[in-house]
């Protein structure tokens, strides 16, 4: 008995009903409006998110400059009670004694 002959050929499944059909359609239609509401959630929270950049910026910059810029002398500390950083009339002020602190020695000063 010849192998081809012993198995039927498949059959082909049934075609899907025009209700199915449109049953997956409406479906398919919720999913998508579905996604673009997620979609445009998305984008309102990436705008709102760069615009709390900018804001952050802006603000670190307006820090930056009321530090660095004020006529009061400030010193920022670490948390064992090291300078840090100084803001720029206090770099005035210290001009002529941070400059042989530091070059004699390698230890941190505090003042």
Do not use: C, T, W
């Not at 709390?52 to 009670?81: H, I, T």
Request: a positive charge.
């Amino acid at each position: 008995m010849n192998r081809r002959s012993a198995h039927k050929p498949r059959s082909r499944p049934p075609l899907p009903s025009a209700a199915l059909i449109a049953r997956l359609r409406a479906e398919i239609q919720i999913l998508r409006e579905e996604i673009a509401g997620e979609r445009q959630k998305i984008q309102a929270d990436l705008e709102e998110a760069l615009e709390s950049m900018r804001e952050l910026k802006f603000s670190r910059e307006r820090y930056a400059a009321l530090f660095d810029f004020s006529p009061a002398p400030y010193v920022m500390l670490d948390g064992n009670g090291f300078i840090r950083k100084f803001s720029s009339h206090e770099k005035q002020i210290l001009a002529g004694i941070r400059q042989p602190m530091f070059s004699h020695s390698k230890q941190p000063v505090l003042i």
